[in-house]
């Protein structure tokens, strides 16, 4: 029997399922970071006291981790709706590497992978 060479229709249509759920969580974390953002912008109005200083570090410390915590979460979101296109054209599930089929387990738990668990331990040296 020949090695498989990519996921069936069937198999396909269980990672693009699961694909959506997690990018759907995904936009709905994203929006939620968004509007934790807005807030505190429209939270820095005239509170004006001695202490203000030191809460401004504060505020201006848990926005950038606000925004960077968004920016990855785009940047997820970006590698989820990559691995939808790669459904539709067919290259889903394999390795960018070494060419082989990923392991539905690594996809199950990272289905926006491009590398087989092999690659990318070996990329690391």
Do not use: W
């Not at 959506?20 to 953002?37: C, G, M, Q, T, V």
């Not at 939270?43 to 001695?50: K, Y």
């Not at 200083?53 to 590698?79: H, M, V, Y």
């Amino acid at each position: 029997m020949s090695e498989k060479t990519r996921y069936s229709d069937e198999e396909l249509k269980e990672f693009e399922e699961l694909i959506i759920r997690k990018l759907d969580k995904a936009k709905e974390e994203l929006h939620n970071l968004k509007a934790s953002l807005t807030r505190e912008a429209d939270d820095t109005g005239d509170n004006l006291s001695s202490v203000k200083t030191l809460e401004d570090g504060a505020d201006t410390a848990e926005k950038e981790q606000l925004s960077q915590l968004a920016g990855r979460q785009q940047k997820f979101i970006n590698n989820l709706e990559n691995a939808l296109v790669r459904i539709k054209n067919g290259t889903y599930g394999i390795c960018v590497d070494t060419g082989k089929l990923i392991s539905k387990e690594r996809l199950m738990a990272v289905p926006h992978t491009t590398q087989s668990i092999d690659a990318k331990l070996n990329r690391k040296n």
